[in-house]
């Protein structure tokens, strides 16, 4: 295989003018909360399942372990992705270690749960906080007492001014 030398260095040009002009990948969004679909192939029973960051849940005889979430801005491709650690515990026997590693919401086949009973993929990732108010920072609300103003154009008679 040979290298096309003009290819390569305007491979290297673009990086350093994306670098030097301040282009920048959004950072992801870390999420509170995995969301996981769950599924036991012998009873067909499909699950949703909320992991919160740091926290263990149970399904079936899988413990499953939330590290990390993180999601892409609205800006980008949509994405969600998670760091799961997945353990069996069966009665009278070690637990077993299942899976740990990144799950991809995009592409659960890329690293994906190998279990003859069960299946396990990245839904999505969500946030415990509220969504910020879309007010201005700098907008004070309106007393009790003063009417709320209004972004109408039109006079009490209904005419426009």
């Not at 909320?50 to 399904?59: D, K, L, M, R, Y």
Request: aromatic fraction near 4%.
């Amino acid at each position: 295989m040979k290298l096309n030398p003009t290819g390569v260095v305007a491979a290297g040009i673009g990086f350093i003018l994306a670098g030097a002009l301040g282009i920048n990948m959004a950072a992801d969004i870390p999420g509170d909360n995995v969301v996981l679909r769950a599924m036991d192939k012998i009873t067909a029973r499909v699950s949703t399942i909320t992991v919160p960051v740091g926290g263990t849940v149970s399904f079936g005889s899988l413990k499953i372990t939330a590290k990390a979430c993180d999601k892409h801005p609205p800006e980008e491709t949509p994405e969600a992705s998670a760091f799961l650690d997945v353990v069996e515990e069966k009665p009278g026997e070690a637990p077993q270690p299942r899976f740990d590693g990144w799950m991809f919401a995009s592409s659960p086949a890329l690293s994906a749960l190998e279990h003859p009973v069960y299946d396990l993929w990245v839904l999505d990732c969500t946030s415990d906080q509220p969504p910020e108010a879309a007010q201005p920072a700098d907008a004070e609300p309106a007393s009790e007492g003063t009417p709320a103003p209004t972004n109408s154009s039109s006079t009490e008679s209904g005419t426009s001014q």
